[in-house]
């Protein structure tokens, strides 16, 4: 519950666009959908839960590090569109130093 934001990436952007509508999109209570690689691009909005759906990349797995050294929002909610190696979810769990990621 409450506003989210949606973080994806490239491929995950096309898929989400093919299975849901802009309509769709926000009865779901998503205010923004934006990129990965973008969220550097504007200020913390801590009053925002955000969902990421990427691919299970060493490249993602970087930024989601990144973006979790100084985050952006109040939570994190993490899903791969394929399966996690063991080694980037370790690397995921390091990173995580404020623990942001719920799930």
Not at 1 to 18: E, F, I, Q
Not at 41 to 64: C, D, Q
Not at 73 to 93: D, I, T
Request: proline share 4%; hydrophobic share 45%; charged share 25%.
């Amino acid at each position: 519950p409450g506003m989210k934001v949606l973080l994806l990436d490239d491929a995950t952007t096309k898929t989400v666009s093919t299975v849901y509508s802009q309509t769709q999109i926000l009865e779901r209570d998503v205010f923004l959908v934006e990129r990965l690689e973008q969220v550097d691009s504007h200020e913390a909005m801590r009053h925002l839960k955000a969902a990421v759906f990427v691919r299970p990349t060493w490249g993602n797995i970087e930024l989601l590090c990144k973006e979790l050294a100084a985050p952006k929002f109040s939570e994190y909610h993490v899903f791969f569109a394929n399966v996690l190696p063991n080694e980037m979810l370790r690397r995921l769990a390091e990173a995580d130093e404020t623990e942001s990621v719920r799930q």
